[in-house]
């Protein structure tokens, strides 16, 4: 059974810093047209894909948060992490750890909710910032 497990998230003041880190167990290699990486999901929003690796570990972000998160992993220890710098308000959401179709990453594609996408995904961890 795949599971996906997320912890790091928090409280921070405007243009602080979190580390994101997600477990993964039960999942042995990313299939070809599926990506592992972070969606997020703000109040009255849609599902956001924010970074993600595809299968042969070329790493994408939206445009809003290029300079300021990094996305990596530890194949050992089966995790993967998104650091978050400079902090905005906007980045407040709920973040999700996934592994799903590579396509629903890109800005304007998240899929309308985890039950209806495919894939795995974990329970969230929530990140606020506040000014």
């Known amino acids: 059974q795949v599971q996906l497990v997320e912890s790091g998230g928090g409280s921070v003041q405007l243009g602080g810093s979190l580390r994101l880190s997600c477990v993964v167990s039960g999942y042995k290699d990313i299939a070809s047209g599926y990506c592992m990486g972070w969606f997020r999901q703000a109040p009255g929003k849609e599902l956001e894909g924010v970074a993600s690796?595809?299968?042969?570990?070329?790493?994408s972000y939206i445009d809003s948060v290029k300079g300021r998160f990094t996305l990596s992993k530890d194949n050992a220890k089966k995790t993967l992490n998104l650091q978050m710098n400079n902090l905005k308000t906007e980045d407040t959401a709920m973040y999700y750890c996934a592994i799903t179709l590579c396509w629903t990453f890109a800005s304007g594609y998240g899929p309308e909710s985890r039950e209806a996408a495919s894939g795995h995904w974990g329970q969230g961890t929530q990140v606020t910032v506040s000014s």
């Open positions: 690796f595809d299968s042969s570990d070329a790493i």
